[in-house]
């Protein structure tokens, strides 16, 4: 049987802290270098009240909430140093703001070859005997795993594996790496987070293919 | 079955776009859904092994969305790119027409290349940062419009932008080097 | 003049040099070029770092696994004479390794601007080759060593023109740059690279000189070698190999083996040192060059080079095979580059010994991956 196809790839980002919505726009990421002025001018902004602001650039959504900063590639890109620059960038220009946890999400749709092999992915992971007798036709809606970080960091790395009507037979995967910032009494949180994030998003990168390939291949070989 | 079918009363609607309210309020539904729209999209479960709540990807609650907001969603909704190969470049010189840079596989399961490139192969944003020591992304793949259009391969050059040094930036690593020499007894 | 050996392949049954025995060992280009040198009594010096493209480890380790030689505490001194990507790529490796060397560098290296390059890498360049990474690494290295007590290991050796490296009863090894208007121009090519306020930040691009460059002079009771490392022609005697050219009363004799300058290029030639500090025809040795499709030696490099080096022979080749893609990937790369080549050539390896009874009559052996420049 042929090898899973990757239907499509994004990077979702989150950072929770204390943001100010209205500061980051369109021309301020131009006029920091983080965007060209070309795509900041052709940006759509949308800004609700001081609580929300959502920047649509060609390659990712930048949202932000009061307490939480989130780019998601929608797809739309694959190769997530952009993303990466783009969240250090934002952090080194405001160094002092307060930034608790970084989420990272790297997700993928992938069409699998068979109905069968469809089938037997969730048979693996969700094993139905325990379900006789219990429920008439059970079939694995969601499937979600946790594992110790590696590094020390406060946190977790999760994986989430859910089917996905969208192809069919198809398979959603969500690789999250999760962690806290250590010392919240710095000083400067964000630029610690931003040396954090520039330092560790190849390990994270790394981590996250290698989760996705290794299960794939015991799920579906 | 190994998978579950969508349950009935899913309202698929996708031209109208709306927000799917469901009787259970814990219900989530993942953009990835047929329905194009936003959701709140709970990631992992929480451990009491650890103190980190689960962090949400999450959009504001709207009833009814702005049809430019309709519009920017389906634009953005309408296609992938499925990248075959990724390399991290960085300019090592550059002549009247082309540079010249070294390419590093992101994987890391090639060898590093030089290559030469025309200067026509960048967007004409990225023409001010070419010059030696500059970093870019090259991805090559495929574009597909989703979820099952037609499919164009294409190369991408992407040129790193980072902010200016600051200040403070610079004073830190001034302190590192001073302690450095110290060290050394320089 | 000795024929040479060919002992390509690393079958060839490898062995340590007579404690008498001087030894110019050379690799390149893999990433880099490096120099093992054999002060004798199974005393070692290893200057700069090769990273061999078959094994993707330091090539002098590599080599010293071969012949048995302990790194731990039969190497004395490691000399970095580059501070970018390809020369010194491993170096920090190396140092690890040679637990009980001291390191030395030229005195351009230990200039307050420098260290502030080693100390601000531009975020988002952690993947990319960086020979001031490689620094960073080694300066941990040493402070590792101070913080153990050992302040003699701990602290770098810093080399300027006319610093003796190593003294014993086989050799002295002395160093003939850089010359103090050397380091006074590379600190002020360093001061160029430096962050600035509202300046973005960037990888430090690959100098066009090496301002670093440490040329030394091999002296032993077996024979005498000029290794000439990157040094360049300039126009000014202060520098260059015209100062090098002012210390030549403290060089005894002339050498008979020369590592030729700057990969053989016009650049590295100042055809003084072959007048003045070189027998006629000595053994010659050299490792290839090549960026975005200009090659050194060129032709008109090779022959200027076997006109005063007939015997001159060259380790390794630029041209190694490329990675295969998948079919989508390899159509593109044709498509949108105008040349391509594996940034690392495949490494190879000369070896040169001499003793006593050779009278300063060298050894040639091509070890590895390595051929005449000329024609016979």
């Known amino acids: 049987m042929a090898a899973p196809i990757i239907h499509s790839q994004s990077v979702v980002v989150v950072l929770l802290g204390s943001f100010n919505p209205r500061i980051v726009e369109p021309l301020w990421l131009s006029k920091h270098s983080l965007v060209p002025e070309e795509e900041a001018s052709g940006a759509e902004r949308e800004m609700i009240d001081r609580d929300f602001s959502r920047i649509v650039l060609p390659w990712a959504e930048l949202v932000v909430f009061q307490e939480r900063l989130q780019i998601d590639t929608r797809e739309k890109i694959t190769n997530a140093a952009q993303v990466r620059d783009l969240l250090v960038g934002i952090l080194r220009i405001l160094p002092h703001t307060p930034v608790t946890v970084a989420s990272i999400n790297h997700r993928a749709l992938l069409r699998l070859d068979t109905e069968e092999q469809w089938h037997e992915v969730g048979h693996r992971l969700a094993p139905k005997d325990v379900w006789d007798g219990v429920l008439d036709k059970p079939g694995m809606l969601d499937f979600a795993m946790q594992g110790v970080r590696p590094d020390g960091l406060d946190g977790a790395i999760k994986v989430r594996i859910r089917p996905n009507p969208l192809v069919h037979p198809g398979l959603f995967i969500n690789v999250n790496d999760e962690f806290s910032l250590p010392d919240q009494n710095d000083p400067e949180p964000a630029a610690r987070a931003a040396g954090l994030l520039a330092k560790s998003w190849s390990e994270i990168e790394a981590r996250a293919d290698h989760i996705c390939s290794t299960l794939l291949k015991r799920l579906v070989d | 079955m190994a998978f579950a079918a969508p349950a009935k009363g899913l309202r698929a609607d996708a031209s109208a776009g709306n927000e799917l309210v469901s009787a259970n309020p814990e219900f989530t539904r993942d953009r990835w859904d047929p329905v194009p729209g936003y959701a709140d999209d709970e990631l992992g479960v929480s451990n009491p092994q650890h103190n980190l709540a689960p962090v949400e990807i999450k959009e504001p609650i709207r009833l009814l969305p702005t049809a430019r907001e309709l519009e920017v969603r389906r634009k953005l909704e309408k296609e992938t790119l499925i990248a075959l190969q990724k390399w991290d470049g960085v300019v090592l010189d550059v002549r009247e027409t082309s540079f010249v840079a070294r390419l590093v596989d992101v994987s890391g399961n090639h060898s590093d290349e030089e290559v030469e490139l025309e200067k026509d192969e960048l967007s004409p944003f990225d023409l001010e940062l070419l010059e030696p020591g500059a970093i870019f992304y090259w991805t090559i793949g495929y574009r597909q419009l989703l979820p099952m259009g037609e499919r164009v391969r294409e190369s991408r050059i992407r040129f790193q932008r980072l902010p200016a040094w600051s200040a403070s930036e610079i004073a830190a690593a001034r302190e590192r080097a001073d302690a450095a020499a110290r060290e050394l007894g320089w | ?376």
């Open chain 3, 1 to 376: 003049m000795q024929p040479l050996a060919n002992l390509a392949g690393r079958g060839a049954r490898l062995s340590a040099p007579r404690p008498d025995e001087l030894e110019i060992s050379v690799f390149g280009p893999g990433y880099g070029e490096s120099i093992a040198v054999h002060l004798g009594d199974g005393r070692w010096m290893i200057v700069d770092s090769c990273i061999d493209n078959r094994s993707e480890r330091p090539a002098a380790l590599e080599y010293f696994g071969d012949i048995d030689v302990s790194c731990e505490d039969q190497v004395a001194i490691v000399l970095a004479t580059h501070w970018h990507d390809d020369h010194i790529r491993g170096l920090a490796e190396i140092l690890r390794a040679c637990s009980t060397a001291r390191f030395a560098c030229s005195h351009a290296f230990s200039t307050r601007e420098f260290l502030l390059l080693v100390e601000s890498p531009a975020l988002g360049t952690e993947q990319l080759p960086a020979g001031l990474r490689e620094f960073a690494e080694i300066l941990a290295i040493l402070k590792e060593r101070r913080a153990a007590g050992n302040l003699l290991l701990g602290t770098p050796e810093l080399v300027n023109q006319k610093t003796v490296l190593d003294q014993s009863a086989r050799c002295e090894v002395m160093s003939l740059s850089p010359s103090s208007a050397t380091v006074m121009e590379a600190v002020q090519a360093f001061a160029t690279l430096l962050p600035e306020p509202s300046q973005p930040m960037k990888c430090v691009p690959s100098p066009k000189a090496n301002e670093g460059s440490v040329a030394l002079w091999v002296c032993g009771a077996s024979g005498v070698a000029l290794l000439g490392a990157d040094l360049e022609r300039n126009s000014k005697d202060d520098r260059g190999w015209g100062a090098v050219l002012g210390c030549a009363p403290l060089m005894k004799g002339r050498a008979s083996l020369v590592k030729v300058p700057h990969h053989g290029s016009s650049t590295g030639h100042d055809q003084r040192m072959w007048d003045e500090l070189l027998v006629s025809q000595p053994h010659a040795m050299l490792t290839p060059w090549e960026l975005g499709g200009r090659h050194v030696p060129d032709a008109a490099d090779r022959d200027r080079i076997c006109a005063l080096a007939p015997a001159a022979v060259i380790a390794g080749d630029t041209v190694a095979k490329l990675d295969r893609y998948q079919p989508a990937v390899e159509r593109t790369l044709r498509e949108a580059t105008i040349s391509r080549q594996a940034a690392i050539g495949r490494t190879g390896h000369i070896r040169a010994r001499c003793t006593p009874s050779d009278k300063g009559q060298w050894r040639v052996d091509l070890i590895h991956n390595s051929q005449r420049l000329c024609a016979a």
